[in-house]
């Protein structure tokens, strides 16, 4: 490599010749594949964005000037430039690198970046209060396609044509968010992208003598407006619209940037389009498998490896495709989320029920809600932590409604690799407080399947949670697989003590239970299956016979169900010693779930060191 082991920070990239910057692109698109193809990671969006970074370096002054990245799965490229290169090793390893951005890590991260659609709102609050205090600097946004399938976007956009925020928006046009993107915004963008003849005929133009630029600027404005529409999208909301322009075009980035630095006129848009996996052969054919890889080896690409291991969605995923077959009138719905969610099966058998609503967590919850009172059954496919972007919608719209919607809420509780921004511990919390709300959690593969069997014979709406974790078989369940509404499970008696487990934390709690009785206590393991309703009847069964009970969930104490046993066991008088393990108040950071849980004290060693501690006391 020629520039990059000398390129740490933006000040060392500006030394090199705007004409060997392409080099220089190159030189990063191999760092990126060599690192990630050793660490795993998002790898297709920052292979996709490597000319515009080392442009919008190139051409800004960083930190002083901010660049606002939206989601950050693209962002790697940025941390390479920024200081971090040589970090690359521990990129979303315990305590390492992380994959989003953190301004902790630097501050070149102006604010952190996991969910999509928050960049232009950020921008513009920064930039008004800069008015404020009287301080000048460029605020340019990085905003992909994707995230401008989200509302979010359209109601900062409203609000920055209308006050003149001084903005520099970029939308990075790929027609991918994770999946291929779907709706009429997607159509709106393919149609301000320019027939392949002009667009080659652009570039070229773009490429002639300094000595022509007026006359080649004036045409080229002029081949625009004969071959485009104008945006009047934009354009009436007091933003002007630039583009598109070739986003793998380092020079002509840089050229464009510059102008647009000096630029009175602002707010501005400018649509630059790439290739998702740009300059990787197997990310281009196929970025929605690369857009984020385990370690592979880049000769051979990511290959599919048997595994025995069955994860909580690849049972959600089969099992939805059989209640498909069964039940003609249920119908799956979910945010951009077709692959991560177990839905691809479905939706290929049952396209006509399959409903992708983009970015849009508030719409497809409320959709889902149109769709019951239609009588249909609709389930509700998404993220824990995406849940958390519809929380009006499921109170006031389906909770209130007292309607038939199934949330198959995947990735709840402690989330590994991804950091603060994709923990899944607050879905409990949220959602036992809603009326007319219940709430499941498998302990097993099989477990999952009875639920999902059962929720669609409820009327009410029911969320079923499940981490992103390999399954556990129904034999820890000590032969006790039947699941009553609103009952727990007793799958172990005990004198001593007890462990309340709540959903997947089950293996650990058995795993203590163990341990326990080799030390002479007691202890008995009870599986609650209802996070709501509670079973308290099983409460006033071991509350009689236990001196120390534990409750042990995958999820945020604060609000908890642990905080409800305890307040209920207050209440009884429990003479005994109670505590709820879970996740403390903070955000998890980077490691695995396992690692996360050794730090909380949530897996079987910290279960055993509490109840030992509480039974001494």
Known sequence: MKYLPSVDYPEDLKRIPVS????????????????????????????????????????????????????????????????????????????????????????????????????????????????????????????????????????????????RSRLIIILNDNGMSISPNIGSITKLFNKLIMSRTTYSLKSRISRGENLFSALINRLLEAIKSFFLPRSPFFDDLGIKYIGPVDGHDVVTLVNTLSKLKVSPERPILLHVITKKGKGYKFAEEDPVKYHSVPPFDPKVGVQAKKSDKITYTDVFSKKIVELGEKYKNLVCITPAMREGSGLSEFAKRFPERFFDVAIAEQHGCTFSLGLSIGNVIPVYAIYSTFLQRAYDQVIHDVAIADKRVIFAIDRAGVVGDDGETHQGIFD??????????????????????????????????????????????????????????????????????????????????????????????????????FVKPLDFEMIDYISSKAKVIVSVEDGIRMGGVGESIGNYLLTKGFKGRFFNIGVPDSFPGLGTRDELFRDFGMDAEGIVKKVIELMRT
């Open 20 to 163: 060997e910057l392409p080099k220089l692109c190159g030189e990063i698109r191999e760092f990126i594949i060599d690192n990630v193809s050793k660490t795993g990671g998002h790898f297709a969006p920052s292979l996709g964005v490597v000319e515009l970074t080392v442009a919008l370096h190139y051409v800004f002054e960083m930190p002083k000037d901010k660049i606002i990245w939206d989601v950050g799965h693209q962002a790697y490229v940025h941390k390479i430039l920024t200081g971090r290169k040589n970090r690359f090793g521990e990129l979303r390893k315990y305590k390492g690198l992380y994959g989003y951005l953190k301004p902790s890590e630097s501050n070149y991260d102006i604010v952190h970046a996991g969910h999509s659609s928050t960049s232009i709102s950020i921008a513009q609050g920064i930039y008004e209060a800069n008015k404020i205090n009287g301080t000048e600097e460029n605020i340019v946004v990085v905003i992909g396609d994707g995230a401008m399938t989200a509302g979010m976007s359209y109601e900062a956009l409203n609000n920055v044509g209308f006050y």
């Open 428 to 529: 409990i919390s949220f959602l036992k407080q809603i009326p007319n709300f219940i709430i499941m959690a498998p302990s097993t593969s099989g477990d999952l399947e009875r639920m999902l069997e059962m929720a669609i014979g409820f009327t009410k709406p029911t969320a079923i949670r499940y981490p992103k974790d390999t399954a556990s078989d129904d034999e820890i369940l000590n032969g006790n697989t039947r699941i009553e509404f609103g009952k727990a499970r007793l799958i172990y008696e005990g004198d001593e003590c007890f462990i309340i487990s709540v959903g997947s934390m089950l293996k650990y709690s058995i795993e203590a239970r163990k341990e326990l009785e080799k030390v002479g206590i007691s202890t008995g393991v009870v599986d609650l299956t």
